[in-house]
């Protein structure tokens, strides 16, 4: 009887060990697209590198193909370079988007120049700031920022 239990108890600490490990790989997936970017050295960025680089990354993340968006050179602030990517939905009835959402992406060449740039982003209306490869880009972040938008409208 013992013994039962003990390969019962097995049994079920292999399924568990299974479960996790598939969940673990379907994120890892998940998450490939983004960790592929290859962000500029300092020596080869320039501003349009870097807005290559963002619609590159942008490209990664897995939105509804109903999105579309655009990126627009900001400023230079010393060594960072600011970058807006705005986002809609249109539709066919609705081609001009009652309201948009933007994220930031900031790009610092300082450093030496055999290194990656450094880059960061935040959505809008939120105070957390991103780093590529960390943080997996979730699409619901651009439609909070829609639907808060339309909400106070």
């Known amino acids: 009887d013992q013994q039962n239990m003990a ?7 292999r399924e568990l060990v299974q479960s ?3 969940s673990v790989i379907q ?3 998940v998450e490939e697209g983004e960790n592929q ?19 590159t990354y942008i490209e990664s993340w897995r939105l509804d ?8 050179y900001l400023n230079k602030d010393g060594h960072l370079y ?5 986002f809609s939905q249109p539709t066919r009835r609705k081609p001009v988007p009652r309201a948009t959402a933007s994220i ?21 209306g ?3 700031v991103l780093r590529p490869g960390r943080e997996v880009f979730q699409e619901i972040w651009l439609k909070n920022v829609i639907s808060h938008k339309l909400a106070i409208a």
Do not use: M
């Open 82 to 86: 600011c970058y807006r990517a705005t």
């Open 20 to 22: 996790l490990l598939l």
């Open 104 to 124: 930031y992406f900031y790009l610092s060449d300082e450093g030496n120049n055999d290194q990656k740039v450094t880059v960061y982003y935040i959505v809008e």
């Open 27 to 29: 994120k890892a997936i």
């Open 37 to 55: 970017t290859q962000w500029p050295s300092i020596n080869e960025f320039n501003q349009k590198s870097g807005e290559l680089a963002v619609e």
């Open 65 to 72: 193909e109903s999105w579309r968006y655009c990126i627009d």
């Open 126 to 128: 939120h105070r957390v």
């Open 7 to 13: 390969t019962d108890y097995r049994d079920d600490a």
